[in-house]
């Protein structure tokens, strides 16, 4: 893997993700109690074992950075290669349409020109999945391809996703939306360093399209390939695909796929002490890390650090953020409660499994 360098793409954001993403990139969403989406890929290439991985940074790029800080957690706080923050354009996009900006290679061409490696993988943060890259890299290197593009099989309609058009393992289109049952594009491609450098020059002069806009009509012309990953991925581009991709994480069988020793995924750490359960709290199949005090009842939840759960309250298939207090008698059913938020005595906060009710995060 020492072939091979990685960039991150983080510039890039949504409307569709509503409250979620209105002071945060996409990146930096929290998910699964205490990781950010951005932790999904970054953990993939580390346990891959490359060595060098620049992040593109978003105009909103404090959460991001605050979080990855120098790699530390990743080892990627290294004297020969290590993490880089890469910059973005200065006002990056407002439309998940574009997650692959050639302008946003372009601006970084130093980072690749220095790069000794052969292979460039380039990876978002809307796919959640723990996918080992080095049977990736064998097929991709065995095949001799210019390009070689990750799919799976669609789960659902949606249409953010690509969708790759194929001929045995050849990719002769890309579209944008999917239909359930399609070949989706999961945001993750490995193409050559110098092939690469040489696209920067070629669209020069229309960078500001998305990588596959820009090579549409030209499959024909160059090696592209497809590779089926056969196990999970979830892509996150709205509420509900975040509210239900999280809710996944109370099915046993992707909890372990996706949280297993033998690839972990990595986050920042953040030290503190064993929650407390209280006498009188209940709770059932929930996910619930470290730094919670639950006296209530919870269920079918996923919560994060730092929840407060008081005496008489009832939490049932919702998503509490960080550092929340829900206090007592309160009911919370169907809701994404985003961070620092404190939700008064004897409050009632309801959506519905296929429209959860979404309260904002508050700043200090």
């Known amino acids: 893997m020492e072939k091979v360098t990685g960039i991150i793409t983080a510039n890039y954001s949504s409307e569709a993700l509503g409250a979620l993403t209105k002071e945060r990139p996409a990146a930096s969403l929290p998910f699964g109690g205490r990781y950010r989406l951005v932790d999904f890929p970054l953990s993939n290439m580390v346990n891959a074992g490359i060595e060098t991985v620049g992040i593109v940074t978003p105009y909103k790029y404090r959460s991001l950075v605050d979080h990855v800080g120098t790699g530390k957690q990743w080892a990627l706080d290294r004297k020969n290669g290590g993490l880089f923050l890469l910059p973005g354009t200065v006002f990056g996009v407002s439309s998940l349409d574009s997650r692959f900006l050639m302008r946003d290679i372009r601006k970084n061409k130093v980072y690749l020109n220095r790069s000794r490696a052969k292979y460039v993988l380039i990876t978002s943060c809307s796919f959640i999945c723990n996918m080992d890259y080095t049977g990736l890299f064998k097929a991709h290197e065995a095949s001799g391809a210019d390009i070689t593009m990750v799919y799976t099989e669609a789960k659902k309609d949606c249409k953010y996703t690509d969708k790759l058009e194929l001929e045995g393992d050849s990719v002769k289109n890309v579209t944008r939306g999917v239909k359930k049952g399609d070949n989706a594009f999961i945001d993750c491609f490995v193409i050559g360093r110098e092939f690469l450098l040489k696209m920067c020059e070629w669209y020069a002069a229309i960078d500001h399209l998305d990588i596959f806009e820009l090579l549409q009509g030209e499959y024909a012309k160059m090696d592209v390939r497809g590779y089926k990953f056969e196990g999970y991925a979830s892509g996150i581009f709205t509420v509900d695909e975040y509210y239900k991709c999280s809710m996944d994480l109370l099915?046993?069988?992707?909890?372990?796929?996706?949280?297993?020793?033998?690839?972990?995924?990595?986050?920042?750490?953040?030290?503190?002490?064993?929650?407390?359960?209280?006498?009188?709290?209940?709770?059932?199949?929930?996910?619930?890390?470290?730094g919670c005090v639950i006296e209530g009842e919870v269920e079918g939840s996923i919560l994060f650090r730092g929840v407060n759960v008081q005496k008489g309250a009832v939490v049932k298939n919702s998503i509490i953020m960080q550092s929340c207090t829900i206090e007592a008698g309160v009911c919370v059913e169907n809701a994404i409660i985003d961070r620092n938020n404190q939700i008064s005595a004897g409050t009632v906060i309801k959506g519905t499994a296929a429209d959860p009710l979404v309260i904002p995060k508050v700043n200090y």
């Open 251 to 290: 099915k046993p069988e992707v909890r372990t796929e996706l949280f297993n020793y033998d690839s972990m995924i990595m986050t920042k750490v953040q030290d503190s002490v064993p929650t407390k359960y209280l006498g009188e709290a209940k709770v059932k199949n929930s996910f619930i890390p470290a």
